[in-house]
């Protein structure tokens, strides 16, 4: 089955610390994959996406994520933290459906709590 | 719009009732999402319009879900007879291409969300 995983509910981290949150995917062919950031009473908001390429893509917000196709993973990372970078995550992988379309899957989520 | 707009934010009903819950997509982009999201999960992927069309409808739950797309803009899901395990956040998104467009640059835009509480 196609699937998305981010095996941490949550993530604390102190300001200035670098981050990592983790992402693993299971899809068929090559992915197209996504980072989405959901901020309270907001909607998602698109961080960044690999497609083909470099490996490591940058994005909004000085987040950056590193796809390894070995690892099957496509963890998201930021050199130093914010408090105003607390929020909820979602990696996302556009997937092959066995109709012949594609479908975007989201995995559940990990909070992030950035502490001053 | 500048951004995806949906209505209303809040809906409370009761177990039975009949629920519209209406989505207005950023101006040009053609095709359009509807996600449900509970409490702890990630996005669920419900029904997706290339224009005015359901491309696929595969994660509507039942058939008391339906959703349309008359025009090829705004669109409307509606929830026939609603159960309390239909409370939940309804997300709506478009994006400027399909998901099958073949250059994966469909980077879905969300609105807010539009949360229905079933009493």
């Known amino acids: 089955a196609q699937s998305v995983a981010q095996p941490e509910d949550q993530v604390n981290v102190a300001e200035g610390n670098p981050l990592t949150v983790k992402c693993t995917y299971s899809?068929?062919?090559?992915?197209?994959l996504f980072w989405y950031v959901q901020y309270p009473n907001r909607g998602l908001q698109f961080l960044l996406k690999?497609?083909?390429?470099?490996?490591l893509v940058k994005g909004s917000y000085g987040f950056e994520a590193e796809f390894n196709k070995s690892q099957t993973s496509f963890h998201l990372k930021k050199p130093s933290a914010l408090v105003s970078d607390s929020a909820l995550y979602f990696c996302?992988?556009?997937?092959?459906?066995?109709?012949?379309?594609?479908?975007?899957?989201f995995g559940a989520g990990t909070r992030l709590f950035v502490k001053a | 719009g500048a951004g995806v707009s949906q209505t209303p934010s809040n809906k409370v009903t009761e177990k039975g009732k009949y629920v519209e819950l209406r989505c207005d997509p950023i101006?040009?982009?053609?095709?359009l999402y509807w996600y449900r999201q509970s409490l702890g999960q990630g996005p669920e992927f419900l029904i997706y319009f290339q224009g005015t069309g359901a491309a696929d409808d595969s994660g509507l739950p039942n058939d008391r879900f339906f959703a349309v797309r008359p025009e090829g803009s705004v669109s409307t899901l509606k929830i026939q007879r609603t159960e309390r395990g239909d409370s939940a956040v309804y997300l709506c998104a478009s994006s400027l291409t399909g998901q099958d467009h073949l250059s994966g640059a469909n980077v879905l835009t969300f609105g807010a969300g539009s949360r229905l509480t079933v009493l």
């Open positions: 899809v068929s062919g090559n992915p197209y």
């Open positions: 996302a992988v556009r997937a092959l459906q066995n109709t012949g379309g594609f479908k975007t899957i």
């Open positions: 690999y497609i083909t390429g470099d490996n």
């Open positions: 101006s040009g982009h053609t095709a």
